[in-house]
């Protein structure tokens, strides 16, 4: 298994890694209409939803991206980034049980679209549904405000 580890010392950092992951990827889909999947592993206060919220603020999503712990999905449209809108899609998979409960809110749909921008937080929930296509993100609770953030290739 290949592994990188990042650092950040606050959630501004964190936002900032995020941002910075999504103009990468931003540039590489101009030509393309793919969609983007991260899966985001690790412990509650790990700095999952922090990254979740660079995404969203790198996307010119005007909603505050929270974690839909309760709800399992939120959907937020982006403003216009290189001449394309995306579509946020931020999964909580917390509290699921069966992966049928992700396919139910129309995951074939989300993960086939052109343009989405999928998160899935605690994705070891619903493994059995997720493409091999997609980046691993573990995210690690270092002290009050350091988090290391792991690329994991499975």
């Known amino acids: 298994?290949?592994?990188k580890e990042m650092f950040t010392q606050?959630?501004?950092?964190?936002?900032?890694?995020?941002?910075m992951l999504c103009q990468q990827w931003l540039e590489i889909n101009q030509v393309k209409n793919s969609n983007w999947l991260v899966c985001l592993y690790g412990d509650l206060g790990g700095g999952?939803?922090?990254?979740?919220?660079?995404?969203?603020?790198?996307l010119g999503?005007?909603?505050i991206v929270n974690s839909p712990t309760f709800i399992i999905m939120k959907k937020?449209?982006?403003?216009?980034?290189?001449n394309k809108k995306y579509t946020l899609y931020h999964f909580d998979?917390?509290?699921?049980s069966d992966s049928?409960?992700?396919?139910?809110?129309?995951?074939?749909?989300?993960?086939?679209?052109e343009n989405n921008i999928i998160l899935?937080?605690?994705?070891?929930?619903?493994?059995?549904?997720l493409p091999k296509n997609r980046l691993n993100l573990k995210f690690e609770f270092v002290d009050e405000n350091t988090r290391k953030m792991i690329f994991v290739n499975k």
């Open 1 to 3: 298994m290949d592994e």
């Open 93 to 96: 998979c917390y509290r699921i």
């Open 120 to 129: 899935i937080e605690w994705p070891e929930n619903v493994k059995d549904i």
């Open 48 to 58: 999952k939803t922090t990254f979740s919220q660079g995404i969203g603020e790198e």
């Open 10 to 19: 606050n959630a501004t950092e964190t936002k900032e890694f995020a941002k």
């Open 76 to 82: 937020y449209l982006s403003g216009k980034k290189m």
């Open 100 to 113: 049928q409960e992700i396919l139910d809110l129309g995951w074939e749909d989300i993960i086939g679209g």
């Open 61 to 63: 999503v005007e909603e």
